[in-house]
């Protein structure tokens, strides 16, 4: 008796139900709701800070608007990283335009102070905090506890100021955008308990998630596919700000605000190679001529590799399922006719696998085509 091959599409499908299986119920949630913010955030309405808030982006100020945020800029120096020559020019440019005699506070925390505001600020934090396989993963999560607790401004190392910040106070809240798509954490204005930094705060454990490689899991646990997540799901977004695309950060740029010297001293292997797409796809996306070629070619793909699927299965049915025995019988009498070349009766049998019995009657297990041909 023979056993039937499996069906390739069965096939696929048990792979991949079972690789759902081996992820928990938390990563399947948390992967749903990460992939969802590529479609939606494009889509929802954002509110970009222009000239329609009154806001001067020449002069980087509200007029007359009251600031509402803290003279205090946070920047975290956590683990065995050293300043580096860049990062402390970076930040004498910004004690510069932002001096203590202008009621300006710079603090850069380090480990001992880190732990000891997380564990007496949100002792309840602290066991994920300090379970975090990587540094920038406590880096990122910091980052949104003090600005949530004291408010102020959150800078990376590596961004060097080139203007005041002073006009940005009247903003509860504020981030660049990011590339592709979503809100940067490199920079973040809030004001004190900002609802959306609570936000941020009661989703810290159930994204705390392992996904495999390091640049994988501290972006979609606390990085930047976080934030832009919790930007995307939060119900009040018509608090946030945006700022406009020429303050974008990415790599080592110039913006109105800053230089970004893109250091991303976190990045290993994984992150280049990720990276590395992410610059292929966006210029494809800047191409239309190579977008088209790209959309073509996949189109080509699909359609070529559904013909060779369907192919198969027509040959498979014909093995397992029949035996395909043609016939073909010239009659002498058609061989005669008109002179224009014999014509005969190409008879097909198909009979089922491992039946036996005469071709003959309702019940037999055989059946017969015939079609008449025109034979050369």
Sequence with gaps: MRIPAADPRKTVLAVVLAGLLLLSARHVLALSQLLYTYV????KHTHVLSVDDAFDLRNLSRHAAPPVVPRIIHQVQLGNI????????ARAACLALHPPSSGWDIRTWDDDAADAFVAS???ELYKTYRGYPYEIQRTNILRYLLLHHYGGIYMDLDLKCMEKLDGLLSVEFLTPPANPTGVN????????GH?????????VVKFDLH??????TNMFSTGCQFWSTMHTLYPHREELSVLPQEYKLNGHVLTPLFEHLGASSWHQSDARAILAIGRLIESIKSSPLLLCL?????????FLLAAHCRRRRLRKAGREGYSVLPMIRISSEDGERGGRGRRGTVVVVFEDEGSVGSSSGPSSPR??????KGMP
């Design 121 to 123: 600020t949100y002792p």
């Design 294 to 302: 790209v959309l073509f070619s996949t189109a080509a793909s699909v």
């Design 195 to 203: 609802g959306f930094l609570e936000f941020v705060v009661q989703h």
């Design 185 to 192: 954490n490199a920079f973040i204005v809030a004001k004190p």
């Design 82 to 89: 050293t300043m580096r020559p860049s990062w402390a020019a």
């Design 211 to 216: 996904w495999g490689m390091p640049y994988v």
């Design 367 to 372: 059946s017969r085509w015939s079609e008449e």
């Design 40 to 43: 939606a955030f494009p889509l």
